[in-house]
């Protein structure tokens, strides 16, 4: 079972507090209005002693629609249950990539003050053996100032322009979510955190801020298993892969506005890598500081959309390049277009360039020399080339859609193809696949080809 943070404990307890207080008002002023429609109706009836019974009943009927309010509350759940299997051998413990059942719980609560918003699973993890409550929401959102938004809680935090190719969204990713065939959805994570959203002219200034560093869902070998380039293999350590956490802070920024109808941005980010690319002097993996710059735009473009991106990763820890147990610092840059090109079939092109700045110095330094790395030389630039096809029929109700992944310079590539069916509004399926190659075993997606999987997902709502 996880923790409950003090921020939630705080937005329970306000909850309770609040929602009694609700509840007496609203009864409160049921029993008020009741009251006056008596009156209503009785001096109404003896003003008119002639109305017909219809023209009564409708006049009836009126009142009771004015007088009905809808619930504030609202709520949603539904059960999904997931199975994935591996395609070839593989080093970690299972042949099972997913084996699951999950069950959702949404609760959202509107008043004229504050939003209320909870989402929470309760889910039995085969693969881990063991049953877990996963908190994906819980926030309370107001507006202290007509110009200023706040939302504090558990919250789900998003922003930039790329699908699937993240430059300045340094939010906390789930990784082994999205290799194992779980929705969309839980791909991006959720931290305890405050976001703020504040209004001027045409300007938007969002600020987020999380006390406690949330990293990605990164592989530890549970699930899937990744490269060692100490042993030259893949591993799946697991619980003896030991990370060196951190508890400070993370702060995020972005100015955007819109003109003449392109939407421009601007990014900045105070933290660490959010996965444990560094190794301390003791051996262990641990998360480097790292603060990130960035722009984007985006806007219609003949019938589609273009976007463009770049970010300037600077690696605190490591600004001469010359500490190859450090990554380097970064410039990350990218441009995509999405367009309909015929009914109902959707194309997405994206073109990604990564520079890895101080090559020289990295490629010179000790550890590098080493027979340690002799064989994982990494390029100064990487490229990396995306394709998305949806096509959707019989009434949206069936689609199928693959996204592909492909890098020239690692000479690797994933492929994730699905097919989604709505039955009807309670009962959906899915299945797809996450399939891996490459030449190299230590490249991005090369390492992974003993985790391509196969999947199937189904989901009850109600």
Do not use: C
């Amino acid at each position: 079972m996880k923790k409950v943070t003090f921020i939630q404990m705080i937005l329970l307890l306000g909850l309770s507090i609040s929602s009694s207080q609700v509840f007496a008002q609203t009864e409160q002023a049921h029993k008020s209005t009741n009251k006056l429609e008596t009156e209503k109706t009785s001096q109404a009836t003896k003003q008119i002693p002639s109305l017909s019974t219809d023209v009564w009943q409708d006049e009836w009927a009126n009142d009771w629609q004015e007088t009905t309010e809808l619930s504030p509350w609202k709520f949603g759940y539904f059960a999904e249950v997931a199975y994935g299997r591996f395609m070839q051998n593989n080093v970690v413990e299972s042949n099972t990539s997913l084996s699951e059942l999950r069950g959702r719980v949404n609760v959202d609560y509107s008043h004229e003050l504050f939003e209320f918003t909870a989402k929470g699973d309760l889910l039995f993890d085969e693969v881990l053996q063991q049953t877990d409550v996963n908190t994906k929401e819980l926030n309370i959102a107001f507006s202290p100032l007509n110009n200023l938004d706040v939302k504090l809680g558990r919250q789900v935090l998003t922003w930039g322009t790329g699908d699937y190719v993240f430059l300045n969204d340094l939010f906390n990713k789930d990784w082994q979510s999205f290799f194992s065939g779980r929705d969309d959805e839980y791909l991006k994570s959720a931290s305890d955190s405050v976001r703020m959203t504040s209004y001027w002219r045409d300007f938007t200034l969002d600020l987020a801020w999380t006390p406690d560093f949330s990293p990605d869902n990164y592989l530890t070998g549970e699930r899937f298993s990744f490269y060692s380039p100490i042993l030259k293999r893949n591993i799946a350590p697991n619980e003896n892969f030991i990370v060196e956490q951190t508890q400070d802070s993370q702060w995020s920024a972005r100015l955007a506005t819109s003109i003449q109808g392109v939407e421009y941005a601007l990014y900045g980010y105070k933290g660490f890598w959010t996965t444990p690319l560094g190794i301390n002097h003791q051996g262990m993996a641990y998360f480097p500081k790292m603060n990130a710059w960035g722009a984007s735009a985006l806007t219609p473009l003949s019938n589609g959309i273009f976007n463009v991106e770049f970010s300037i990763y600077n690696s605190l820890e490591d600004s001469q390049g010359n500490q190859a147990a450090i990554p380097n610092s970064q410039v990350r840059a990218l441009m995509g277009y999405e367009q309909e090109i015929v009914k109902n079939l959707t194309v997405g092109l994206q073109y990604y360039l990564e520079k890895t700045q101080q090559y020289d110095a990295f490629i010179q330094s000790t550890l590098f020399q080493s027979t340690l790395f002799a064989n994982e030389q990494v390029d100064e630039y990487r490229q990396l080339a995306t394709v998305r096809l949806r096509y959707s029929t019989l009434q949206q109700k069936l689609v199928y859609s693959l996204f592909a992944f492909y890098s020239p310079t690692d000479q690797d590539s994933y492929l994730k193809p699905a097919i989604h069916y709505r039955y009807n509004d309670n009962y959906s399926f899915s299945a797809g696949a996450n399939i891996f190659s490459g030449s190299k075993p230590y490249t991005f997606f090369g390492q992974h080809q003993a985790n391509t999987n196969v999947w199937f997902r189904g989901r009850f709502s109600f």
